[in-house]
């Protein structure tokens, strides 16, 4: 069965930094160009950022560029969301997320099949 499993969230001051990860299994990992999506208080899902395949093209958010990071290591089945500078409006429950089709052309926008349970982040001071 396909699983994502994320993980890192917490508290985070702004200004400060945070890691999410994210654990894939079932399925082959390198042939799915992946996605970060959130989900803030009240509000509906917001697209983050992607990464193909290879991880040689990224994507991500008006509203995340130049402070998030998205990598993924297709050795070990991971993908991560590197935050930098988070801000309060970044606050949300952070989901990684499977792209449906599979090939190196997909940037990963969508439509998503699998969804893993969601971390919280929560940016305060």
């Known amino acids: 069965q396909v699983q994502l499993v994320e993980s890192g969230g917490g508290l985070v001051q702004p200004g400060g930094s945070l890691r999410l990860s994210c654990a894939a299994s079932?399925?082959?990992?390198?042939?799915?160009?992946m996605s970060w999506v959130r989900q803030a208080p009240g509000k509906g899902l917001e697209w983050v950022s992607s990464?193909?395949?290879?991880?040689?093209?990224?994507s991500y958010a008006d509203s995340v560029k130049g402070r998030f990071t998205i990598s993924r290591d297709n050795a070990r089945n991971t993908l991560d969301l590197q935050m930098n500078s988070p801000e309060p409006e970044d606050t949300a429950v952070y989901y990684c997320?499977?792209?449906?089709?599979?090939?190196?052309?997909?940037?990963?926008?969508?439509?998503?099949?699998?969804w893993g349970q969601g971390t919280q982040v929560t940016v305060s001071s």
């Open positions: 997320a499977k792209d449906r089709d599979t090939g190196r052309g997909n940037n990963g926008w969508g439509p998503y099949d699998y």
């Open positions: 079932g399925f082959t990992f390198s042939s799915y160009a």
């Open positions: 990464i193909n395949i290879d991880g040689g093209s990224t």
